[in-house]
């Protein structure tokens, strides 16, 4: 399953929303308690591959819609991440004169980065210092986002 952060959001708001839309006698308005817990560590940073290296990471990342870089350029820099997340609800159940009713009590979600990794061309390193500096910045631009 591939989470957006607007599907988690959205997920979390259905929780919260679902007790106030099931009130009645049977199930009576509860609180569902919602834990998050974020699993987040800063990248490796590799300057080992070459720009066309980084170009081909970038097209196999980038899937059946496209490359993932700007204007068809060749990326000096790229940042990978993998997210992932696992889900434990705990509902609580009632059962009165045959019909039932079962609601959240507790939502706990493990978010976790996996794999985060800062590559930046070993090309545009050896072209010029400032040249991998304005590389990195751009970079870790991406890197202050997913964190």
């Given at each position: 399953?591939?989470?957006?952060?607007?599907?988690?959001l959205?997920?979390?708001?259905?929780?919260?929303?679902?007790?106030?839309?099931?009130?009645?006698?049977?199930?009576?308005?509860?609180?569902a308690?919602?834990?998050?817990?974020?699993?987040?560590?800063?990248?490796?940073?590799?300057?080992?591959?070459?720009?066309?290296?980084?170009?081909?990471?970038?097209?196999?990342?980038?899937?059946?819609?496209?490359?993932?870089?700007?204007?068809?350029?060749?990326?000096?820099?790229?940042?990978?991440?993998?997210?992932?997340?696992?889900?434990?609800?705990?509902?609580?159940?009632?059962?009165?004169?045959?019909?039932?009713?079962?609601?959240?009590?507790?939502?706990?979600?493990?978010?976790?980065?996996?794999?985060?990794?800062v590559?930046?061309?070993?090309?545009?390193?050896?072209?010029a210092?400032?040249?991998?500096?304005?590389?990195?910045?751009?970079?870790?631009?991406?890197?202050?986002?997913?964190?």
């Amino acid at each position: 399953m591939c989470l957006t952060r607007r599907s988690f959001l959205g997920g979390l708001f259905a929780v919260a929303a679902s007790d106030a839309a099931a009130q009645s006698p049977l199930c009576p308005a509860e609180k569902a308690a919602i834990l998050v817990r974020p699993n987040v560590k800063g990248p490796a940073y590799d300057y080992s591959l070459a720009i066309a290296d980084l170009a081909r990471i970038s097209a196999a990342r980038a899937g059946p819609k496209g490359t993932l870089t700007q204007h068809g350029k060749r990326p000096a820099g790229l940042t990978t991440a993998n997210f992932e997340s696992k889900w434990l609800i705990t509902l609580n159940g009632r059962r009165k004169d045959g019909r039932s009713c079962m609601k959240p009590a507790r939502v706990e979600v493990d978010v976790a980065i996996v794999d985060h990794r800062v590559y930046v061309a070993r090309d545009a390193t050896q072209v010029a210092t400032c040249r991998r500096d304005v590389v990195l910045e751009h970079e870790n631009r991406h890197v202050r986002i997913n964190l």
